[in-house]
């Protein structure tokens, strides 16, 4: 610039400062290429790392943490605020460096042109970075709140999906839609107050950019003016102070990332920091084989405070058939649940083969466990697919072999891609005494030393439950086996029976002695038999 | 300046972007008013940008280089006036895109929340929950970003580009001209990294749902992962999913980012002309000192928004492909845009009674499946040639064995599946001519597996159903659930987990039983509802249905015949077809399927 206000003084020619900038262009170009690919593939690779810890620790987490933690909070967690912390540590990271770098250098730049000026200059930076710290706390404050009701948003919509049938039956369309309105409309507003802080700091960086050149026009002319100062280095401050505006308005955006990704970094953390109350012993005693001792040593238990089962003791041996029978909710799915572990229990309550089991090796236990809930979940994969869960790596043979067992291979044989055939989302597309039957091939094949049935045979019909229960009789041998069942006919061949009342045993023996007693079961039997007296005639 | 959610979406055809927009804005049309608000401030904040540099020129021209202060102090406080007008009007225009934005999000995200809940329920059977999720949160989402950053805000840029362009030429042709060389070449390559990253785009966003779709199931079968100790085998599919979308992602960073880094390349060898060819100018004196600088303003403002271009047609892209999902499932048909029921639309059943404003519906006297044929798939034919009338106040147990078709009957009937062959009639009218609300409304389903709502118990029972809420005690009463629920701490009130997971299986029966007694229907379907119950909790079902049933019609599948024993006719499916049908003494003295059945159940 100098050289232009004076031709001559200056050796080099405009044209060797044209060639000068278009050459630094190109070497800045290709370093931008590098900075802008190195960070952001960084991001990405970040962002795979978290998702990869959220996922593990996920599988480490114990089902409390999954009763109380809503499905659709857990994938916003995974798709909403992965993406912001990505967003943070790519964009954000890159932007900072970049307008640090910029800030930096012109400062320096202009400071040697021009002090004074620059003190000028920089004037209305405080006044920014005020406004800056005010607007951020705010920010994050509505941002939380826009992230809660999205999430809100996302669970009701996933219940109301999964719900469908439901919702249907009962023509509850409407008031799901209203209530669906209702959060949206929450979530539209908190987001409003996000606009409204939003709109306020991009303009307001983009003049804070403006009142520097204006101080610099009024200040720095008067000074050319005045003869303090050349043109050239107005020019060329005029040109340094030009290249801080759009970082200082891209910092406004920053802001507003940072803010957004700490608040989903805070979310993530919620997740990542949750430890499962159920959680391998740091010394876990040594086991080789277990054989399928089970005790229940004063067991008391509650999901939430409330104890469910109050005082349970019973000793039940390797390869002994127990039967459990009782009325709804007195406790019989949560006493074989706990034996899994998939729920916290206190030690000294639970053994197996002499072991507290949570002294015991997590896998060891769960291995030799084969546990067949009363809801069976299956995976949308190939029936096969579904079977062949129960052991890794198990054969063809094997799994058809498990089939059999579970009286599945005739429902096989009748659809067109056997083995092959897509199960749907959670086993949509089969009956439910299909799934049922599925878990029930699934568990078997595992060869685990307890088998724990939780009334699986309540959507089959009687002969089909006779069929499996007498080709299951087989697969017994030397395992441990507990069923829990409405239908004393499913107990047939217990050894030992117990009666759960309101989280107690209230009876135990064999169907003999429990007759002989004369009490609850020999009740229930009573009942079942009368009605089969009466429809007898 | 939004960079949000800038890799993650598929592109799709041009001619197919304009028909989705045109699509688009018809949402806007509410907000027309805002929309042309938006619109005409944009010119405004346009002249507000472009005219500062040309009082910058100014000021260099006539003050600053000829020395004169007078006039100096009247341009600063315009340009100071200019600022501010333009950060208000920048503010405004802002707030209004985000505020449009937001409502056009709202009316979109309940559009398909209504539209879900009107599809037909075989369209969930193929369709994951978490796809559904995803369109009505995250895709609606993405185009919120569209707004803030897309479409309105591109015309504004487009007329930035515009005055600036003619600005310069008017200021001084040759040199534009010199400028403008680099052009050319900016075009070409914005339009061959188009190109390039469409295709990326599309893998990133199949990959992503895939993810996604995993995680879901994931979280909903956890219990059966750790039960079986599979916890390593999830996380490697888990990992190959998740390094394919992360390794979709990459090329499209690298594009993006020569993109970038060509723009601004092209915007300093812009500058670098200016320099050269107007620095001779100036020494020839055809420039002023002024305008160089004016020049040099006006190509940094020409290329802010060529910038973010990339970051722009990203989101737009996103948009695109948010927009397909969306309105490609805005168009899977409704229940009520079933065949049968379009014909119809409009036309009150008379035999269904009218309106419901108008007094009681005359009663239903017969329903008739009519050689009902029905696969879920293809030929894998659940229910073949099947024939069945029910007459008023008739009680009709369903029996045979698991897999038979006993669930699907009632399926059909409540009209969740359409009959593939075949019809079911009602008082001699096709079902599917009658409104769906009235059909389900007058037949309560118990479903073989309840669903429980987060939400208190008494919520769970009523569904937020006035009628029904006054019958909630009562009916838990009949269905013997009242013991359990007035054990709980809170009684009625105590709160239900997602999927009703604090409670029990029986339990959570015994609601779903007790919910649809309060919803009093004509028809009852009983659905193997009552599976996880015990005797004596049955036998208290079975004395509140006997007073229930009593003169109601009614349809009752279950696999315990002593449920079914007292029903006025049994029909016992076998493979799909009806094998057997009478009352319980003739099908006894039959010694078919029925005994046989029965004799199983009833050894010892």
């Known amino acids: ?537 | 300046m939004h960079f949000g959610g800038i890799y993650e979406d598929e592109i799709v055809g041009k001619a197919y972007d304009k028909r989705l927009l045109g699509r688009f804005v018809r949402y806007l049309r509410p907000y027309r008013r805002l929309v042309v608000l938006s619109l005409l401030l944009l010119p405004l904040i346009a002249a507000a940008k472009l005219a500062q540099p040309w009082l910058l020129k100014l000021a260099i021209d006539n003050h600053i280089v000829s020395g004169r202060m007078e006039g100096l102090p009247f341009l600063s406080l315009s340009y100071f006036a200019l600022i501010i007008g333009d950060g208000l009007l920048t503010y405004l225009e802002i707030y209004l895109l985000q505020y449009l934005g937001q409502r056009v999000m709202f009316d979109l995200r309940v559009d398909l929340f209504s539209h879900i809940h009107r599809l037909s329920a075989s369209f969930f059977d193929r369709t994951p929950t978490g796809g559904l999720v995803t369109r009505v949160t995250s895709d609606v989402e993405v185009l919120g970003e569209m707004f803030t950053a897309g479409i309105i805000s591109i015309v504004g840029d487009v007329l930035v580009l515009a005055g600036i362009v003619g600005i310069m030429l008017w200021m001084n042709l040759k040199l534009s001209l010199v400028t403008f060389t680099v052009l050319p070449l900016l075009l070409y390559i914005v339009f061959t990294f188009r190109t390039r990253m469409r295709t990326s785009f599309r893998e990133v966003r199949a990959r992503l749902s895939n993810l996604n779709s995993f995680l879901a199931e994931s979280i909903g079968g956890m219990a059966v992962v750790q039960l079986f100790n599979r916890q390593a085998a999830e996380q490697r599919e888990f990992t190959r999913l998740n390094a394919a979308y992360r390794d979709a992602n990459l090329p499209v960073i690298t594009w993006d980012a020569a993109l970038f880094a060509a723009v601004e390349a092209l915007s300093s060898v812009a500058v670098g002309l200016i320099v050269w060819y107007g620095g001779g100018e100036i020494i020839r004196g055809t420039l002023t000192f002024g305008a160089l600088v004016a020049f040099i303003q006006y190509i940094e403002k020409f290329f802010a928004p060529i910038r973010d271009l990339s970051a722009k047609y990203s989101i737009m892209q996103g948009a695109m492909a948010a927009l397909e999902r969306i309105f490609g499932l805005l168009d899977v048909e409704k229940d009520s845009d079933l065949p049968g029921f379009r014909s119809l639309a409009g036309i009150e059943s008379p035999l269904m009674g009218g309106g419901r404003g108008e007094g009681e519906p005359s009663p239903i006297q017969t329903i008739e499946f009519r050689d009902v044929w029905f696969a879920y798939n293809g030929d894998d034919y659940v229910l073949k040639a099947f024939n069945l009338t029910i007459r008023r106040g008739e009680k009709l147990a369903l029996v045979g064995e698991t897999g038979g078709g006993k669930t699907t009957v009632t399926r059909l009937l409540s009209r969740f599946y359409e009959v593939s062959k075949g019809s079911i009639l009602i008082d001699g009218r096709d079902i599917r001519e009658i409104p769906l609300d009235e059909l389900r409304g007058r037949i309560g389903v118990v479903l073989q597996e309840p669903f429980l709502f987060t939400g208190s118990i008494r919520y769970n029972i009523s569904l937020g159903d006035e009628a029904a809420g006054q019958r909630v005690e009562r009916a838990a009463e009949m269905v013997g659930a009242d013991r359990f629920i007035r054990n709980l701490p809170n009684g009625f009130d105590e709160e239900v987990r997602e999927r009703g997971s604090n409670l029990s299986v029986g339990e959570r029966q015994l609601i779903s039983f007790a919910r649809a007694v309060a919803f009093d229907p004509e028809i009852l379907v009983l659905d193997e509802a009552t599976s996880s119950v015990d005797t004596a909790s049955e036998r208290l079902i079975q004395e509140g249905l006997t007073g229930l049933l009593a003169g109601r019609t009614s349809l009752v599948v279950a696999h315990r015949l002593s449920t079914v024993r007292d029903a006025d006719r049994i029909v016992v499916i076998h493979k799909g077809e009806k094998a057997e049908e009478g009352s319980h003494e003739e099908l006894m003295a039959r010694q078919g399927l029925y005994y046989r059945l029965y004799q199983l159940q009833f050894r010892d």
């Open chain 1, 1 to 537: 610039m100098e050289g232009l206000q004076f031709p001559g003084r200056d050796s080099h020619s405009p044209g060797w400062y044209g060639l000068l900038i278009i050459g630094a262009a190109l070497a800045h170009g290709v370093v931008r290429i590098f900075s802008r690919t190195t960070l952001l593939h960084a991001g990405r690779r970040i962002e795979y790392r978290i998702r990869e810890d959220l996922y593990a620790k996920l599988l480490s987490l114990d089902l409390p943490f999954f009763a109380a933690g809503r499905t659709g909070d857990l994938i916003s967690r995974f798709s909403n605020d992965l993406t912001n912390v990505r967003m943070l540590l790519g964009f954000g990271f890159l932007n900072v460096v970049n307008t640090i770098i910029v800030y930096v250098a012109a400062v320096i730049f202009m400071v040697r042109i021009n002090p004074f000026l620059t003190l000028c200059a920089v004037l209305p930076y405080p006044l920014m970075i005020l406004l800056v710290k005010q607007v951020s706390r705010r920010i994050f404050y509505h941002s939380k709140r826009a992230q809660e009701e999205l999430a809100a948003l996302t669970s009701h919509a996933e219940e109301s999906i999964a719900a469908s049938v439901t919702v249907r039956a009962y023509r509850r369309e409407e008031p799901r839609i209203q209530a669906f309105r209702e959060l949206a409309g929450r979530y539209l507003y908190s987001s409003m107050k996000m606009a409204n802080l939003r709109g306020i700091v991009i303009p307001f960086m983009a003049s804070m950019g403006g009142l520097g050149t204006l101080i610099v026009l009024f200040v720095g002319g008067g000074r050319v003016i005045s003869g303090v100062m050349t043109l050239g280095d107005f020019v060329a401050f005029t040109g340094y102070l030009a290249m801080l505006i759009w970082p200082t308005v891209v910092l406004g955006w920053i802001l507003n990332l940072l803010q957004r990704g700490a608040v989903s970094m805070g979310r993530l953390n919620a997740v990542l920091d949750a430890s499962p109350v159920v959680a391998e012993d740091p010394t876990p005693a040594p086991v080789e084989r277990i054989a399928g001792r089970i005790e229940f040593r004063g067991l008391s238990f509650g999901y939430n405070g409330e104890p469910l089962l109050k005082d349970i003791s019973l000793c039940i041996r390797p390869g002994m058939k127990l039967g459990i029978v009782g009325p709804v909710g007195s406790g019989k799915t949560t006493l074989v649940r706990l034996i899994t572990r998939l729920y916290p229990v206190a030690d000294g309550m639970i053994f197996i083969d002499g072991t507290d089991i949570n002294r015991l090796p997590l896998r060891a236990l769960r291995d030799a466990i084969g546990f067949v809930p009363q809801e069976s979940f299956l995976f949308s994969r190939t029936l096969g697919e579904n079977i062949a869960y129960g052991r890794e790596g198990a054969s063809t043979g094997e799994v058809e072999q498990a089939a059999r067992l579970a009286r599945l291979e005739g429902d096989v044989a009748g659809f067109s891609k056997g083995y092959g055939t897509l199960v749907g989302e959670r086993g949509v597309t089969l009956s439910g005494g299909q799934k049922q039957r599925s878990a029930i091939a699934r568990a078997l094949l595992k060869d685990p030393a307890v088998l724990i049935l939780d009334d699986p045979l309540s959507a089959v019909d009687a002969r089909t439950e006779e069929e499996i229960l007498g080709g299951l009789a087989s697969y017994y041998g030397n395992r441990t086996v507990l069923i829990v069942s409405h239908r004393l006919s499913a107990l047939r061949g217990c050894d030992l029976i117990v009666v759960l009342e309101e989280g107690r045993i209230v009876e135990q023996g064999t169907h003999a002695e429990l007759l002989a007693l004369g009490g609850r079961y020999a009740a229930i039997h009573r009942e079942q038999n009368l009605r089969e007296e009466i429809e007898r005639f």
